[in-house]
């Protein structure tokens, strides 16, 4: 850990300045862990109004053309181009940069990007629990991972310097920072997030036109995540496809546990999923 009025890193990259990239972004500078951030992405008047906003201070549109002054890179595009986007950055880094992300998912991604990189670059996958359904730089904050939980998941061959590196890094945006192994993470959110992101969808999805103006305070808290952006989220789980359908499986015999006792008019047994629901909601911190 550096002092803090030493920054850790010279210049941070932010790859995709949307809520959690410009949330980093925000975080590192407000407390005094870069001296420059440069957004890069593909749009050159979002990157701008970024800059305008104090988010970021500089931009490029193609990794290609960006300076590589960087030598901390924080990958906050779709997963699904998460892989690319860091073999993109990493040619353009300069040896011992760091490269890690934000991504939702992180077995395929960690693998693949364990091998191929270019020496002295390093790549240690991140997910920070802090997401919303909310988009954009707009809705960043500097606080966005105040007291929440990132969990980093290296690989096996993940270089150990780059792995304290990258938890130092997240605790100095006041992270509580999880180690996982990456498939790990994967089975574990399926079910703490991707599944209910399906389930709160299917809700809405199920819901008639006729009945909207009845949908009140319990429909909307249940359903809120349902307005998350479809094309991120179709990325998040056709890349965790298997974890995500085996968390299905166990929800539908929770539900159908619920439906059987409600066709038998089965009180008691009723009573008791209700209660174990109970318990396990309010057992959350």
């Avoid at 980093?24 to 500078?29: C, G």
């Avoid at 969990?151 to 509580?176: C, K, M, N, Q, Y």
């Avoid at 103006?213 to 989220?233: E, Y």
């Avoid at 056709?238 to 546990?257: H, K, M, P």
Wanted: hydrophobic fraction near 45%; aromatic fraction near 4%.
């Amino acid at each position: 850990m550096t002092s803090a009025d030493e920054p850790q890193t010279g210049t941070l990259a932010i790859v995709g300045v949307g809520l959690l990239g410009g949330s980093v972004a925000l975080a590192a500078k407000q407390r005094g862990l870069c001296r420059h951030v440069i957004g890069i992405g593909r749009n050159a008047e979002r990157l701008q109004a970024a800059v305008d906003a104090g988010v970021i201070d500089s931009y490029a549109t193609n990794i290609a053309d960006a300076e590589p002054a960087w030598n901390l890179v924080v990958v906050g595009t779709p997963v699904d181009r998460i892989v690319p986007d860091v073999r993109a950055i990493a040619e353009r880094s300069r040896p011992g940069t760091l490269i890690t992300d934000v991504g939702s998912v992180k077995g395929a991604i960690c693998r693949d990007l364990s091998r191929g990189l270019p020496d002295s670059v390093h790549f240690v996958g991140s997910h920070p629990l802090a997401g919303s359904e909310k988009r954009g730089f707009e809705v960043a904050t500097p606080d966005l991972f105040d007291g929440r939980v990132c969990v980093v998941t290296p690989a096996a061959s993940s270089d150990a310097a780059a792995v304290e590196r990258t938890i130092s890094f997240w605790e100095s945006l006041g992270s509580r920072v999880v180690r996982m192994v990456p498939d790990a993470h994967d089975v574990a959110l399926a079910t703490t997030s991707h599944v209910p992101h399906v389930v709160a969808a299917a809700l809405a999805a199920a819901l008639p036109e006729s009945e909207r103006d009845l949908a009140a305070t319990g429909f909307r808290d249940t359903t809120r995540i349902a307005s998350g952006d479809p094309d991120l989220w179709v990325a998040i789980l056709l890349e965790n496809a298997a974890a995500v359908e085996a968390s299905l499986d166990r929800f539908d015999a929770a539900l159908g546990a619920f439906r059987e006792a409600i066709r038998k008019g089965d009180s008691g047994e009723l009573k008791k999923h209700l209660e174990l629901a109970k318990r396990s909601r309010d057992a959350l911190k």
